[in-house]
Nanobody, 120 residues
């Protein structure tokens, strides 16, 4: 079973920077896409940024120019560097990994989430 584990996050003042990382492991043959999603209190989980195995990235409009997603394919790890943080960036950040297992089956796995809080 594929496991996804996030690390990083925490509390920072508005205008500051923070980074989170996420590693996928367990019977992975190929990862197609990894990404970060955010869920604010009382709201749905929304896409923040994704990156394919080829390095193609996609960002939500609200974070373009402030957040950068990157990936280390050898380590099955994805990083999210967050700059110029705003209070509205507050939420639980979830990592997602989608790909194919060594048994030839597709998988779509989520991490447990990490809290990011931006104080004004």
């Amino acid at each position: 079973q594929v496991q996804v584990v996030e690390s990083g996050g925490g509390l920072v003042q508005a205008g500051g920077s923070l980074s989170v990382s996420c590693a996928a492991s367990g019977g992975i043959r190929r990862i197609n896409v990894m990404g970060w999603y955010r869920q604010a209190p009382g709201k749905q989980r929304d896409m923040v940024a994704t990156i394919t195995s080829g390095g193609a990235t996609n960002y939500s409009e609200s974070v373009k120019g402030r957040f950068t997603i990157s990936r280390d394919n050898a380590k099955n790890t994805v990083y999210l560097q967050m700059n110029s943080l705003k209070p509205e960036d507050t939420g639980v950040y979830y990592c997602n990994s989608e790909g194919i297992t060594i048994w030839g089956r597709p998988y779509n796995s989520w991490g447990q989430g990490t809290q990011v809080t931006i104080s004004s």
